[in-house]
Each structure stands twice: as C-alpha cells, then as structure tokens.
C-alpha cells in the first residue's frame, strides 16, 4: 500500500513539475486577465437584472399605492353621496391593494438592498481587475527581464561549460601538430637540397681517396 502511494505522489509531482515547466508567466497572466474580464461581465449581467427587479417592483409599489390613495377617494366619495353599498365595495378594492402595496415595498426594499450589495461587490471586482492588470504588467516586465537575464547566464555557462573547454583544447593540439608537421618538412626540404659545386668536388675527393685506400689495402694483402 505505501508503494503504490510513493508512486501515486511521485506521479503527481512529476505532473506539477512539468506543468510548471510548461508555463509562460506572460501567456498565463494573460488568460487570467481574460478570466477576470469573463467574470465581471458576468456579474454585471447579474447586476442588470437585479436592478430591473428592482425597478419592477418599485412600478408595482407605487401602482398599487396609487390606486389604495384613489379607492380611499371613492370610499370617501361614496359616503358623501349615500352610496354605501359602493363605498363598501371601494373600501375592500382599497384594503386589497394596501396589502398588496405592502408587498412589494418589501420585495422593492429586498431587490434594492441585493442591488446595492451587487453593486458594491462589482466595484470591488472592478477596482481588484484595475489592480491586477497593473501589477500584470509589472510581473511581466519582471518576467521579460529575468527571461533575458537567464539566456545571458545561459550563455555564458555554455562559452564555459567542460564540452567547450575540450573543444578548444583539441582544437589547440590540432594546431600544434600541423605546426610541428610542417617544421617538419621543412627541414626534410632543407636536407635535400642540392650541394654546391664546391662541396661536390670536395666529396668526390674524399671518395676517390677512401677508395684508393682499400684498393691499396687489398694489394698488400695478397
């Protein structure tokens, strides 16, 4: 069992160490932007509605308050003229629409106090969006620079790296080998040039005479 977790945790880093690896700050804090923006449009849409709601019923208040203030008009009209049976009837009309404008102060007051709250968590979105895409811009010099940075170190162990160093020391020794190859030939060159005149008679000479030398030799001995 504690193999196979050893394995399951070793898989999971070897993961997150290769999707490290595979990504770009600059491409990634790009897409969080886009994320960002998804988000509030969203939201604003989700605002938008709220607030219609609102809008609503606050119409629907109104109405029904509107018609509560003329039925009692009525009611009071009614009486006036003898009218008691009408005055009756007016007098329910109004009650129904009291009760009615009561509910929809209070889904008014509900839908404005959610639109507030919407509305304030927006501008948060907003103002952490306006943040973000500054310090974005600020991490991706930062990420430009040490990008550059590390090509530059980069290059610079490689001009030092052990591959190159054998490299030119190779490349050195090539050098002096055909240095001493042709020092070389030179001199063999310089070993067969022609004598002079002078130095062939003189050779000559010295030739005839070992010769004479021997013939000599050989006479005494027979």
Same mark, same amino acid.
């Given at each position: 069992m504690?193999?196979?977790?050893?394995?399951? %945790?070793?898989?999971?880093?070897?993961?997150?160490?290769?999707?490290?690896?595979?990504? %770009?700050?600059?491409?990634?804090?790009?897409?969080?932007?886009? %994320?960002?923006?998804?988000?509030i449009g969203q939201v604003e849409v989700a605002v938008?509605?709220?607030?219609?709601?609102?809008?609503?019923?606050?119409?629907q208040w109104e109405e029904?308050?509107?018609?509560?203030?003329?039925?009692?008009?009525?009611?009071?009209?009614?009486?006036?003229?003898?009218?008691?049976?009408?005055?009756?009837?007016?007098?329910?009309?109004?009650k129904r629409y009291e009760a009615r404008a009561?509910?929809?102060?209070?889904?008014?007051?509900q839908a404005a106090e959610a639109a507030a709250q919407m509305r304030e968590k927006l501008a948060e979105l907003k103002d952490e969006f306006?943040?973000?895409?500054?310090?974005?811009?600020?991490?991706?010099?930062r990420a430009q620079v040490a990008q550059?940075?590390?090509?530059?170190n980069q290059a610079i162990i490689g001009f030092g790296s052990e591959s190159a160093s054998r490299g030119f020391?190779?490349?050195?020794?090539?050098?002096?080998?055909?240095?001493a190859e042709a020092e070389v030939s030179g001199q063999w060159r310089t070993l067969h040039v022609p004598a002079s005149t002078a130095v062939q008679d003189e050779i000559e000479a010295e030739l005839a005479r070992i010769k004479a030398g021997l013939v000599e030799k050989e006479n005494v001995a027979k």
């Open positions: 504690g193999i196979f977790k050893r394995l399951r %945790d070793v898989t999971a880093a070897s993961i997150n160490d290769l999707i490290d690896s595979m990504e %770009d700050p600059i491409v990634m804090l790009t897409q969080y932007m886009r %994320d960002m923006e998804v988000e938008a509605r709220q607030i219609a709601m609102e809008k609503r019923f606050r119409q029904a308050l509107s018609i509560t203030a003329k039925r009692e008009r009525q009611v009071k009209l009614a009486l006036s003229e003898g009218e008691d049976d009408l005055a009756r009837r007016a007098l329910i009309e109004q009561q509910e929809y102060e209070a889904l008014y007051k306006y943040k973000m895409r500054a310090k974005k811009y600020a991490l991706m010099s550059a940075q590390k090509q530059v020391a190779r490349m050195e020794e090539k050098v002096l080998r055909m240095e």
